[in-house]
């Protein structure tokens, strides 16, 4: 009786390739979120300085910022208001939504162009940040 060989993969290899997936995936995960925060913070600045331009037209227009309202089209991630309106003053407020993860995130601007941020906890307190690093 003559015993063929069989071809295959025991039991400890497989563990051992998936201790490697899991420890790939364990670091792959929290970079791949940062990714998406990254890429859905960048909606605010681009909309609060569209916003800001819209006011300075407003002005222009009524010799006051009273009435002005920022209503981009485009938010999804992030609710804006205006605050301290009076005929010289203005401020531009994103504060993102909680439900689209992005809760820890606001960014601010006022009539002098004066930018606050805070970037999924990080605070900038002269510039609107773009990451968790604390770089403008």
Request: glycine share 6%.
């Amino acid at each position: 009786m003559k015993h063929s060989n069989q071809y295959g993969f025991s039991l400890i290899e497989v563990m051992i390739v998936v201790a490697i997936m899991g420890i790939l995936a364990s670091i792959a995960m929290p970079a791949y979120q940062d990714y998406i925060k990254s890429g859905n913070a960048a909606e605010a600045p681009a909309n609060l300085a569209n916003c800001r331009v819209q006011a300075e037209q407003f002005y222009q227009d009524n010799f006051t910022y009273q009435g002005f309202a920022c209503v981009p089209s485009d938010s999804r991630n992030f609710d804006y208001s205006v605050a301290n309106v009076s005929a010289t003053t203005y401020t531009l407020t994103a504060t993102g939504r909680s439900s689209q993860n992005m809760g820890n995130f606001s960014f601010t601007v006022n009539q002098d162009n004066v930018k606050t941020s805070t970037y999924d906890g990080t605070v900038g307190a002269t510039c609107w940040l773009t990451s968790s690093s604390g770089t403008c």
